[in-house]
């Protein structure tokens, strides 16, 4: 991951003004320490910071078209730009970086041309022709991107808010799939799948249909030229990205230089599920395994960095982004700067475990749709900041456009949990990668329940959490949390815990109103709360919340474990 920095239109364009801009751009280059660009232009500004995955030696940023006319900034992985270069021959390419086929393509295409890409991506463009210029997201939301007006009528973008919430008077997070042109004013969508209607599909579930996609998903995000991994707790999802690449590693370029024995990481509380799933999986598929651990103080001791670098304070993706945080520390100090990892499995699929009590296929099918489309402030957002924090990318093959648009225009009766035939969540996939002659996992890997990362890592990292917040909030506090919070307003301690941590960082109500917020149990929607009576009465966003469906559920407040904060 990189970071990015735009400004257009600045009434002030001195020196201090440019000074400005390369001290904010300072403030992403946790995300790119591998060097720093910046272009000006007039009144325009782009700025850049440098992870070096793909073409390290000649791929810096800004990058531009061949009379410099064309000047683009951006973050993220174009995978098939080997095949875009082949449609861009009268053009004379500078770098070997992925990412300069988009100063090309807006040269021979203009604006119409974001959805020829596949990958992962945030970019802004500057046309000095004609001075105008236009910012994409890619299809999910990725990679981050946010937008800012300030009050000299300047127009920012930045991949983290941090670099725009102290110039800016508005703020907001960019949407995905959409792209800004200044020629129009405004946000149009350019990412327009089938399933984006939300109308219900009718394919019938083809198994060998559904396993292809997601291997040519897998394989095409082994395109680095740096050392890398895979990010494995032991789960379905992250299970199969490791067992997929690990078959075919040896065939891609990236075994050339970096050998094909996988490198496989896990971290947890000594005694998590996650660890001893992992370290089962990786012996079987032969990886190179490394194994870290954390306490629960250590957990508690990162929340304010952790909460500074993913911005935001909702409590699943701050309990989750810690562990994920820690572990990218120790993943960069080995060397490693890019690693895959399994979200957006359980979002497509249904498999948070609060989908067992999904009335019929078609709110099962709305709910995954719901889901998907707010993977950006949650967990594309986690896996995106907590990796990027310490230089380190994360890929996400699930997300990948082809393998969406195959899985989401299955049947959702085929994604259904039915106990009764012994379809448990994620069925369609399980039994996609269920090969008796040459299998990818382990039988009981293969149908383990599913559990969110932030219980995996160990039941006692969120009762711990819990323990935390409420020595540290008052019963007080939090009757009146409504007067101090009324926006989003924290419903228990632990969530007004992490309020304050946000707000020390993060001040403006504009950046309040990037954190969605709403009623949710084990990841639900507001909406699908009202799948269940009991789940009102016990709102919580840990996958042990789904009472009835969890084989560790909560019991009842009296008898939760008690956090052993060593």
């Given at each position: 991951m990189c970071g990015i920095l735009a400004v257009f239109g600045c009434v002030d364009c001195s020196q201090?003004?440019?000074?400005?801009?390369?001290?904010?751009?300072?403030?992403?280059?946790?995300?790119?320490?591998?060097?720093s660009g910046l272009h000006s232009e007039q009144d325009c500004y782009l700025a850049h910071q440098r992870l070096a995955i793909v073409d390290p030696a000649s791929g810096d940023q800004p990058l531009y078209n061949e009379d410099k006319t064309i000047i683009v900034t951006?973050?993220?992985?174009?995978?098939?730009?080997?095949?875009?270069?082949?449609?861009?021959?009268?053009?004379k390419f500078n770098t070997g970086s992925d990412c300069e086929v988009i100063a090309h393509l807006y040269e021979e295409y203009g604006e119409d041309f974001v959805h020829m890409l596949d990958g992962m991506?945030?970019?802004?463009?500057?046309?000095t022709r004609d001075k105008s210029y236009i910012a994409a997201r890619d299809a999910i939301g990725i990679t981050p991107l946010y937008m800012g007006w300030g009050l000299d009528g300047s127009v920012w973008f930045a991949s983290e808010m941090k670099a725009l919430s102290d110039d800016c008077e508005q703020f907001m997070s960019f949407l995905p799939g959409h792209i800004y042109s200044s020629k129009v004013g405004g946000l149009?969508?350019?990412?327009?799948?089938?399933?984006?209607?939300?109308?219900?599909?009718?394919t019938p579930y083809d198994p060998l249909l559904l396993r292809h996609a997601f291997e040519k998903a897998v394989v095409k995000r082994l395109m680095t030229d740096v050392p890398f991994g895979v990010l494995l707790s032991g789960g379905l999802d992250s299970s199969l990205v490791a067992a997929v690449a690990s078959r075919h590693l040896a065939n891609s370029e990236a075994s050339w230089q970096w050998g094909s024995q996988l490198h496989t990481f896990c971290i947890g509380l000594k005694g998590s599920p996650d660890l001893s799933a992992a370290r089962e999986v990786a012996d079987y598929l032969g990886t190179r395994h490394h194994e870290f651990y954390f306490t629960v103080q250590e957990g508690i001791d990162a929340l304010e960095e952790v909460i500074y670098h993913i911005e935001t304070y909702d409590v699943t993706t701050i309990r989750a982004s810690t562990p994920m945080f820690l572990m990218?520390?120790?993943i960069k100090s080995l060397g490693v700067k890019m690693v895959l990892s399994g979200e957006g499995s359980d979002e497509i699929f249904g498999g948070y475990l609060y989908f067992h009590k999904a009335?019929?296929?078609?709110?099962?099918?709305?709910?995954?749709?719901?889901?998907?489309?707010?993977?950006?402030?949650?967990?594309?957002?986690?896996?995106?900041?907590?990796?990027?924090?310490?230089?380190?990318?994360?890929?996400?093959?699930?997300?990948?456009?082809?393998?969406?648009d195959v899985a989401m225009s299955i049947d959702p009766k085929w994604k259904m949990i039915q106990r009764d035939i012994g379809r448990i969540e994620k069925w369609v996939l399980r039994n996609a990668f269920d090969d008796a002659e040459n299998p990818y996992l382990p039988k009981h890997i293969l149908y383990r329940q599913k559990e969110q990362f932030s219980d995996g890592v160990g039941y006692s990292w969120i009762d711990g959490l819990k323990d935390h917040a409420n020595q540290q909030i008052t019963d007080s506090m939090l009757?009146?949390?409504?007067?101090?919070?009324?926006?989003?307003?924290?419903?228990?301690?632990?969530?007004?815990?992490?309020r304050t941590i946000f707000e020390k960082f993060f001040p403006k109500?504009?950046?309040?109103?990037?954190?969605?917020?709403?009623?949710?149990?084990?990841?639900?929607?507001?909406?699908?709360?009202?799948?269940?009576?009991?789940?009102?009465?016990?709102?919580?966003?840990?996958?042990?919340?789904?009472?009835?469906?969890?084989?560790?559920?909560?019991?009842?407040?009296?008898?939760?474990?008690?956090?052993?904060?060593?």
């Open positions: 201090a003004k440019r000074a400005r801009i390369i001290e904010l751009s300072r403030r992403l280059r946790h995300r790119g320490p591998d060097w951006v973050n993220g992985e174009i995978y098939n730009h080997k095949a875009l270069r082949e449609k861009l021959t009268s053009h991506f945030s970019f802004v463009l500057l046309d149009r969508r350019w990412y327009n799948p089938t399933w984006y209607s939300e109308s219900i599909p009718t990218s520390r120790k009335p019929n296929k078609e709110e099962f099918h709305e709910e995954t749709c719901r889901k998907i489309k707010a993977l950006h402030l949650f967990d594309c957002l986690r896996a995106n900041k907590s990796t990027s924090a310490w230089g380190l990318e994360a890929r996400v093959p699930f997300l990948d456009k082809e393998f969406i009757t009146n949390a409504t007067f101090v919070y009324p926006e989003n307003t924290p419903t228990t301690k632990e969530g007004y815990y992490y109500n504009a950046a309040r109103l990037t954190v969605p917020g709403g009623p949710s149990v084990a990841c639900s929607t507001a909406k699908a709360v009202e799948w269940d009576a009991s789940w009102s009465k016990n709102l919580d966003p840990s996958g042990r919340a789904a009472l009835g469906v969890h084989e560790a559920a909560y019991a009842s407040d009296a008898n939760k474990t008690d956090a052993l904060l060593s």
